[in-house]
C-alpha cells in the first residue's frame, strides 16, 4: 500500500479525475478527504470509501474561498494530520480567440485554477512545514506546457500551476516538503465532454484529438490518478518541482 498511514485531502473529487484519485488513494490506504462544490456525489463518494481499508469524509469546499480552504484543511490537520494536499478543481472554457475571451470568463478560470491552488498551498504549508513532512500535488495540464489556440485562459491558468508548482517546491523544499505536478492530455471526463459537446462535430472533434496521440486513444482517469499516486507518495521521495507529462506521448510526437 503506497499511501498507507496517509491523510490525503483532495479538491474536485466528486467527478472525473479528482474521483479516481480519491478511489486509488483509498485503494492506497489512505484515509481520504472529498471536497468538492458538489455536495451531492462528494457525498455519496465519501460515503462509499468510509468503508475501505482506511476510511473518508467529505467537506463541501469551494477552492476560490481562502477561508473556507483554511477552515476545512485546519479542522482536518487537528483531527487526522495532513500529509497529502491534491489540488485537482479546475475549470475550462468554451473555445474561443483571446479577443473574444470575455474579462468575467477569464477571471472565472483565473479564479478557479490559478487562486484555487493558491489557496491550497496557502492553507496547508503552515501544517506541512511545521510537520517537516508532506507532499502537494497540482493537477496542471498538457496546457502547462502547450499554448492551445482558443485555449488561451485555460493555458496562461495552467502554465501559471506549473511555474507555481517549481517555486513552492523551491521554498518548501527545506522544510520537508515535495511539490509536483501533473500534466494530462485529453483524459475521458466530463470536463472533455463539455469541451466536445461546444465542438461542431462532437464526435468528429474525439476523433480528430485521438488520432493525435501516438498511443491513439484518450487518457483514462485512472491513469492520470495512478501518476499522482506516484508522486504523492514516498516512491517519489526525491521528485520535487516536476510537471509529469501524461498524455500518451502527444507533446513530445
Ligand atoms: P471534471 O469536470 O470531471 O471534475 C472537476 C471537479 O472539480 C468537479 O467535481 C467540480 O465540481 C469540481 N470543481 C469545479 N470548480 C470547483 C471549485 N471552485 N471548488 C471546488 N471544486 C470545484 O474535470 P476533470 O477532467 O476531472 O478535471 C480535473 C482536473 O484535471 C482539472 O484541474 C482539469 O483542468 C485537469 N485536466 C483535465 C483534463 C481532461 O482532459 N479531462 C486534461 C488536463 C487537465
Known sequence: MELADKTVLITGAASGIGEATARACADEGAYVVVTDLNSTDGEALAEELTDGEAGAEFHRLDVTASDQFHDVVDEVSETHGIDVLINNAGT????????????????????????????????????????GHGAIVNVGSLASIRGLPKQAAYSLSK??????????????????????????????????????????????????????????????PEEIADCII????????????????VDGGYATS
Open 92 to 131: 475550462g472554457h468554451p473555445s474561443a480567440y483571446v479577443e473574444d475571451t470575455d474579462d468575467s470568463m477569464r477571471d472565472f478560470v483565473f479564479d478557479v485554477n490559478i487562486n484555487g491552488v493558491w489557496n491550497g498551498c496557502h492553507a496547508v504549508l503552515p501544517h506541512m512545514k511545521a510537520q
Open 159 to 220: 502554465g501559471a500551476v506549473l511555474n507555481f508548482t517549481r517555486a513552492v517546491a523551491a521554498e518548501a523544499g527545506p522544510k520537508g516538503v515535495r511539490v509536483n505536478a501533473v500534466c494530462p492530455g485529453f483524459t475521458d471526463t466530463p470536463l472533455l465532454e463539455q469541451y466536445l459537446a461546444v465542438q461542431d462535430d462532437p464526435d468528429a472533434a474525439r476523433e480528430a484529438l485521438r488520432e493525435g496521440y501516438p498511443l491513439k486513444r484518450l487518457g483514462e
Open 230 to 245: 506516484f508522486l504523492a507518495s514516498d516512491r517519489a521521495s526525491w521528485v520535487t518541482g516536476h510537471g509529469l507529462v
